[in-house]
């Protein structure tokens, strides 16, 4: 069964205090990771696809990188502005009309 | 890019009543549209998968009578809760691809829906 796991549930840091989120998949075939940030209230908010082992993607102070297990999301120099839940999604073969499994995420909350 | 419009972003309804809940694709062709359930501290559920023309795919455990979805055009597609309960509060999030999206990541803002 395709699963997957995000840690930790919740982690603060000061601001500036550079850390990684880690999402960890299990799936019958991997055809895409997805990483959403997600603000109260809100839909999650695209921020990269990763398809294949060894890949990075960087936007401003997020680094997304994948390996055949999991996939970690570096933010450095975090701040404030940077709170939200992050949200890790696959897409497998195996998925009903290819839909996307989520983690519950990991909250981030950047004290200034 | 593409946008993903979802409307209401919050409805209050009595207990017995229908809530429609709209979701657009405002600059692409969704042929595909996903309809998505969060409880608080939860992943996003997904409840059906629809594609224009043709009748919506349910998950098992989602209720095909009380969900209804109709995607009846390439930027339209709506969930209907019928008979809505208190246990049918929670936030609903549709997500379309297609032409000119890449496949499913183009998400609505959520509509909050609270059943009294």
């Known amino acids: 069964e395709d699963q997957v796991t995000q840690s930790p549930e919740a982690l603060r840091l000061q601001e500036g205090e550079s850390s990684s989120l880690n999402c960890s998949y299990t799936?019958?075939?991997?055809?895409?990771l997805f990483w959403y940030r997600q603000d109260p209230g809100k839909g999650p908010e695209f921020l990269f696809t990763l398809y294949s082992a060894g890949e990075e993607k960087e936007k401003e102070r997020l680094k997304a990188t994948l390996t055949k297990k999991e996939s970690f999301l570096h933010i450095t120099a975090p701040k404030p502005e940077d709170s939200a839940t992050y949200l890790c999604?696959?897409?497998?073969?195996?998925?009903?009309?290819?839909?996307?499994?989520f983690g519950k995420g990991t909250k981030l909350s950047v004290k200034p | 890019g593409a946008v993903v419009s979802q409307h209401p972003s919050r409805v209050i309804c009595k207990s017995g009543t229908s809530v429609k809940i709209e979701c657009r694709s405002l600059?692409?062709?969704?042929?595909?549209m996903f309809w998505y359930r969060q409880f608080p501290k939860k992943s996003l559920m997904l409840m059906a998968t629809s594609n224009e023309g043709s009748k919506a795919t349910y998950e098992q455990g989602v209720e095909k009578d009380k969900f209804l979805i109709n995607h009846a055009s390439l930027t339209l597609s709506t969930l209907t809760v019928t008979s809505a309960h208190p246990e049918d509060s929670s936030f609903y999030i549709c997500s379309a691809s297609g032409t000119g999206a890449n496949y499913g990541y183009t998400f609505g803002s959520g509509t909050r829906l609270t059943v009294v």
């Open positions: 600059d692409f062709q969704a042929t595909t």
């Open positions: 999604a696959v897409r497998s073969r195996g998925g009903s009309q290819g839909n996307l499994i």
């Open positions: 799936v019958s075939g991997l055809r895409g």
